[in-house]
């Protein structure tokens, strides 16, 4: 890049109202990179011969390999339209699902986003995905339509029906961004009712009900793609052309003597030329005629790629060539690839980026433009709302609003993600070229080197001469002379490691919505749980980041030693940058794990964190391959957390460093960096960790081979079942009711609980799964009620709380469910989980986990009894986080299971040391009641962490005679824990596997094998339908995580590449099959035996999960052994 345009673009970033920040979006392999090609080539940064090529902006050499983008890269280029000069910062995100976190870091800062749709495949998945993420962010999309050369050279399809193929797709993309509008709408019209009905619960009488769902009213002339109104372009990136309406209406408004008004309104549509009329009519399908857009538009490019490509009509395309007024290189006319021609004519004529960066420049927003609503939505974080902010929060919108740049205007940053370069790449220490003084300089050092050498080697051929003469060995001798040499190349061998060592720097990849950032400044970097009115009252008024402050929660200062203009591979410095831009800053990598909120004002609120659509759930244990590089490993590691937005790095109990990641690609991309950049060690990576979930379920119908269970063989085995679970323990401790009871007494004797297992309904589990955030926010609020602290809830929260328990009160209903939801004592595991542990114990009224909703504290019990009960409770609750953390069948979470505590017994000598503190304090039982709410809390904070195992947890009270429960407390974790699990174990009990819905789209040829290779991988089939207008089928099927490694590359090589599919993570699924069962008839062994032509999948996977943790399996090492024989006889 010039050094004059990087002085021009610096001067272009001053003028907000012409920068347009924008993404490039779409599905994988539809041309993002080859159209980012193209837009590059147009600054001259890149060879137009090599656009589409080259894919400049994947730089990483797995992206060249593989042909996918891997990593979101911006890039800075200039356009002229007229007299006014754009700058464009441009992003070029991800297609493949395993990257999508990539994109929604692309999407956050930017205004604007080109969507890019293949013309074949049409509306894809992750098309559908990109489309959501821009709507969620409140962003303006356009659209191009890429690959139009495919629908002329694979498809053949005539320019008529390539027509009303294009239409169709625009209809898809269409009905995308209506549904997430219609979505919007109708929320918006849900929230209104609920405040008119509010208002008419004063009124009385009759209310006349408005069945209009609001849809009629909203506005959505802006909202869709038409090529009419200019956001659509139709591309060919590859062959380097494009084009909008607009041009071509432009052309023929001079040729034909029509309006360009009209013809832009005529070029897209139901119309045709009349010839003999001179005029333009509607209703060209009704009358069988060409619509205007294939009579003028689309039949010039079939009858070009049809001269240039198909036949190679020279006599044409040197009319062609002259009729255009082009100029055609001799060299590119006589070469023996038509495409070189093609793309020569073809980029003079229609040249691609002249068409997008022109609908860019027209229909996206400057940062000046940005809505009040997507601040709004930006700055209320969490349960918030925007109102409830403070005041001088709430002030700092007008900043943002008029993106101003003033001196005492609020800096304010959104750091989206942080990327690892290296430092040799870094501006400062790039090479630059050397004067003639320098080289002249250079050169005469050499020589005394030289000289020196020379001299040196002389005088140690001489010394050793003469002491050859004295009789001395040569070896002796030769450490004078070498030996110096020796040392130093040693001590430069010992420097390299610390110098290689520091080779990758962080750089934050952000953008400004106010204020200028100047290098060096000092901001203070609000992390995600940072609360503005919390540190206004802190904070001294008027107090800048460079001051001194005191301490304040989840925020810390940090200076920007260095900021850089992002250009694709390369970066340039900068000394200072204006508002509405995206910008590199370096330094940050101490104070930033991933993504943060950077700002002068203590009153900016962070951010809301980005929403990302691939949850991370692919595991792999990593260890170096020597173990005294495990330091490294570690280092590398941390490296690696901070510089993927979407990858996990965790330390499991057992010590393993454990990599988690969104998919397969992922996975190999993250072990690749952690080789190659960030721990420079060779690892080895364990079979990826599958997750699993273990639940019980309703006794079954049938058996394993589709037998019906007769009532009586039911209850045999159920009563086989709770003998062994009797049997399997010392029965004066436990006793295993025959409808699932357990009772289990403490090994003190002195407290007893009892505990059913049930199943929770499908729906329930779900909804719990997706409300983890909201019973995380209820449990945070009945804590600090517990602890006698008041917690601002915002209405929003209350209102969700309040809606979540209305949607179980509804979905658990019947008999057994019955005040079920009022007496749900804890959800679990982690005190979120998709498990309820309720309160059927007769006589104990305890606090509602709802209390705070109708503020009835019913806590006013006085008495020693109840005081106790309400003080052991956290004992229960422990018990039943430990039981729902590691289930008994291979140690994993348990998931939609309730729990009922329907008995809980103890001895009054259980609490001797109380009564004996009684005696002699005299303290009244109110006072008694007060301390054990505080002992209670203390219990809370003591077993809070689950992981902390059941033997530590029942070590620690006894450890501890002078704790104020002795060692019932850790008894009743212990023994609760076991009632839990026995209470599991007299339930049939299922595995649930996480699964993917996995989206493949194949030709007809290819469906069977596609077939096949989901069979083989225990998949199922959803639906399949085919494409309209191609021969393209698009199935779609879940799968089981755990089956799933290997499965893309064993579809592609199966057919040939002509399949690709898409995996993302859906939900968990029960495995039917029994892992404990065992067959008992002939048949049974026939299909289930020793030598089964089908293995139990349940028990395999179980036994996997069980050999992986250490845990015992119970499985024959030797089969079918025979004796050896010798075949001669002793002698």
């Not at 219609?182 to 069945?211: C, M, N, P």
């Not at 290819?1006 to 959803?1022: I, S």
Request: net charge negative; with cysteine; proline share 5%.
């Amino acid at each position: 890049m010039g050094h004059t345009s990087l002085e021009k673009i610096i001067a272009l970033q001053r003028n907000p109202a012409n920068i347009r920040n924008l993404c490039i979006l779409a599905h994988v392999d539809h041309g993002k990179t080859t159209l980012a090609d193209c837009l590059v080539a147009s600054n001259g940064i890149i060879s137009t011969r090599l656009a589409g090529k080259l894919r400049y902006l994947d730089s990483r050499e797995d992206e060249q390999i593989r042909g996918i983008t891997m990593k979101s890269s911006a890039i800075s280029l200039q356009y002229r339209n007229g007299d006014q000069e754009y700058l464009l910062n441009l992003i070029d995100s991800p297609g493949h699902v395993d990257f999508s976190s990539e994109v929604s870091t692309a999407v956050r800062l930017c205004d604007g986003a080109i969507v890019v749709v293949d013309a074949v495949e049409g509306v894809c998945p992750q098309t559908q995905v990109v489309l959501r993420q821009a709507w969620l962010e409140n962003i303006k999309p356009v659209l191009v339509i890429n690959k139009i050369d495919r629908l002329i050279m694979e498809l053949k399809l005539t320019s008529q029906e390539a027509y009303s193929h294009l239409q169709k797709i625009l209809e898809q993309v269409n009905a995308v961004t209506g549904s997430l509008f219609t979505s919007k709408v109708l929320e918006e019209r849900a929230e209104k009712e609920k405040e008119e009905e509010k208002e008419s619960e004063t009124f009385s009488g009759d209310q006349v009900y408005d069945w209009s769902a609001g849809l009629e009213e909203a506005d959505d002339s802006q909202l869709y793609f038409s090529p009419d109104q200019g956001n659509v372009v139709f591309a060919s990136a590859i062959d380097g052309w494009g084009f909008s309406v607009q041009q071509f209406a432009h052309i023929y408004s001079q040729r034909m003597g029509i309006r360009s008004e009209v013809l832009l309104k005529t070029l897209w549509g139901d119309f045709y030329l009349n010839a003999k009329a001179k005029k333009i009519m509607k209703g060209a399908q009704a009358k069988g005629k060409k619509p205007l857009f294939v009579q003028l538009v689309l039949d010039n490019i079939w009858s070009l790629y049809d001269a240039v490509v198909t036949r190679r009509d020279k006599e044409k395309v040197e009319k062609v060539v002259t009729s255009l007024g082009l100029k055609v290189m001799a060299r590119d006319s006589r070469h023996s690839d038509p495409k070189v021609l093609l793309s020569a004519i073809c980029s003079q004529w229609l040249p691609v980026s002249q068409a997008v960066l022109l609908m860019v420049c027209e229909k996206l927003p400057s940062p000046l433009d940005i809505s009040a609503e997507r601040v709004e939505r930006l700055m209320s974080v969490g349960a918030r709302r925007f109102d409830s902010l403070p005041e001088q929060t709430q002030e700092l919108k007008r900043a943002f609003l008029q993106c101003s740049s003033g001196d005492n205007d609020p800096l304010i940053i959104f750091v989206s993600k942080m990327f690892a370069a290296d430092t040799k790449a870094l501006p400062q220490n790039r090479q630059r070229p050397l004067t003639q003084e320098e080289i002249a300089q250079r050169r005469e050092l050499a020589r005394q080197r030289h000289a020196d050498r020379m001299a040196a080697e002389q005088t140690a051929a001489e010394s050793q001469k003469d002491l050859s003469h004295s009789g001395s060995s040569p070896q002796e001798s030769q450490p004078t002379g070498l030996g110096t040499a020796k040392m130093e190349s040693l001590t430069l061998k010992d420097s390299k490691p610390e110098e290689e060592e520091e080779q990758q720097t962080f750089i934050a990849f952000a953008r400004i919505y106010s204020g200028v950032v100047k290098k060096g400044q000092k901001v203070f970097v609000l992390g995600p749980k940072y609360d503005p009115a919390q540190s206004l009252s802190k904070l001294p008024e008027g107090c800048s980041a460079s001051d001194c402050v005191p301490e304040v929660p989840h925020m810390s200062c940090c200076s920007m030693e260095s900021l850089y203009l992002l250009m694709g591979r390369e970066l340039e410095e900068l000394e200072e940058v204006p508002v509405g831009n995206v910008l590199g800053i370096g330094g940050l990598e101490e104070c930033v794990l991933k993504s943060a909120t950077l700002s002068t004002s203590p009153a900016c609120p962070p951010f809301i964190p980005l929403n990302f659509e691939a949850t991370p759930i692919v595991r792999v244990a990593i260890e170096p391959k020597h173990p005294g590089e495990m330091p490294k490993l570690v280092r590398g590691m941390r490296l690696l957390n901070q510089a993927d937005p979407c990858a996990e790095v965790l330390i499991q109990e057992t010590g393993e460093h454990v990599l988690v990641t969104a998919g397969e690609v992922h996975l190999q991309r993250c072990l690749d960096d952690l080789k190659d950049r960030f721990a420079k060690i060779e690892i080895s990576a364990s079979k990826p960790i599958i997750p699993f979930r273990e639940t019980v379920v309703r006794p079954p119908k049938v058996d394993m081979v589709n037998e019906d269970l007769g009532r009586q063989h039911k209850v045999a085995i159920i009563h086989q079942v709770k003998e062994e679970a009797s049997q399997s323990r010392s029965s004066d401790t436990l006793h295993v009711d025959p409808s699932g009871l357990v009772t289990l007494t403490t090994p003190n004797r002195l407290a007893t609980v009892s505990v059913r297992a049930v199943p929770l309904p499908q729906d329930v589990t779900s909804l719990l799964e997706s409300s983890t955030e909201l019973i995380r926010t209820l449990e945070q609020v009945n804590m600090s009620l517990r602890e006698g602290k008041s917690l601002d809830v915002s209405l929003r929260t209350l209102e969700a709380i309040t809606g979540l328990k209305a949607q179980l009160e509804s979905l658990l209903q019947g008999r057994k469910w019955r005040n079920a939801v009022e007496r749900i004592w804890a959800f679990g595991p982690r005190r979120y989980g998709p498990n309820i542990l309720l309160n059927g114990v007769e006589g104990y009224q305890r606090p509602s986990v709802w209390q705070f909703l109708g503020r009835g504290d019913k806590a006013g019990e006085a008495g020693a009894q109840a005081a106790v009960m309400r003080d052991l409770d956290n004992s229960i609750i422990s018990g039943f986080q430990l039981a729902t953390l590691s289930g008994p069948m291979c140690e994993e979470p348990l998931m939609g299971v309730c729990f009922c505590v329907e008995r809980w017994d103890i001895q009054s000598s259980a609490i001797p040391q109380h009564q004996d503190s009684l005696e002699e304090d005299t303290m009244s039982h109110e006072a008694l009641a007060h301390s054990k709410m505080e002992g209670s809390s203390e219990t809370s904070a003591q077993v809070e962490s689950p992981t902390a195992g059941p033997s530590q947890a029942r070590r620690r009270p006894e450890a501890s005679s002078a704790d104020c429960y002795g060692p019932v407390s850790g008894q009743l974790i212990a023994a609760m824990k076991e009632a839990c699990r026995h209470a599991f174990q007299a339930q049939p009990q299922r595995l649930m596997a996480a699964m993917y819905t996995c989206e493949i789209m194949a030709t007809a040829e290819v469906l069977g094998r596609v077939y096949g290779v989901l069979g083989k991988r225990e998949g199922r089939v959803l639906q399949e339908e085919m494409k309209e207008g191609t021969d393209m089928f698009i199935i779609k099927a879940v799968l089981p995580v755990a089956e799933s490694f290997g499965f893309a590359d064993e579809i592609r090589k199966r057919t040939s590449g002509l399949a690709s599919p898409q995996l993302f993570f859906s939900h968990w699924e029960v495995i039917s099959s029994d892992p404990y069962w065992v067959p008992t008839t002939e048949e049974e062994y026939l299909h289930f035996g020793e030598k089964a032509d089908s293995a139990n999948q349940a028990l395999k996977y179980m036994n996997d999960v069980r050999r992986r943790k250490g845990l015992y399996v119970e499985e024959k090492i030797v089969e079918h052994a025979e004796k050896q024989r010798t075949l001669s006889k002793n002698k």
